[in-house]
């Protein structure tokens, strides 16, 4: 079975950046994505990658993001976040499933992380 695993939340001021990684286990998974979700709203797709290096990330937040794959491990993932503020608090989840193209709806994730606090104070 496939374990999905976040790590690099935090709390950061405006302006500020994090670096949040996502590892998945048990199988090589093709694609991995991340999510977030403020309570009581619906979750949103931030930025997803393939196994051939597609990616598409969210509109509203392209420019301030980067995912990449590790190179000398393909099943994590890492997303760089910068010029943070305070909108964009909120649990950040990772998701993972085998796939063709790099998506960024929660439906086509069957394998989801437990998730990782971001905290932005302005």
């Known amino acids: 079975e496939v374990q999905v695993v976040e790590s690099g939340g935090g709390s950061v001021q405006a302006g500020g950046s994090l670096n949040l990684s996502c590892e998945a286990s048990?199988?090589?998974?093709?694609?991995m994505a991340w999510f977030r979700q403020v309570p009581g709203e619906k979750r949103e797709g931030v930025a997803s990658i393939n196994g051939d290096g597609q990616i598409k990330y969210e509109d509203s937040l392209k420019g301030r993001l980067t995912i990449a794959r590790d190179n000398n491990n393909m099943n994590i993932v890492r997303l760089q976040m910068n010029n943070l503020q305070p909108e964009d608090t909120a649990m950040y989840y990772c998701?993972?499933?085998?796939?063709?193209?790099?998506?960024?709806?929660?439906?086509?994730?069957?394998?989801w992380g437990q998730g990782t606090r971001v905290t932005v104070s302005s």
């Open positions: 998701a993972a499933d085998r796939c063709r193209a790099a998506t960024l709806f929660d439906w086509d994730y069957a394998y």
């Open positions: 048990g199988e090589y998974i093709s694609c």
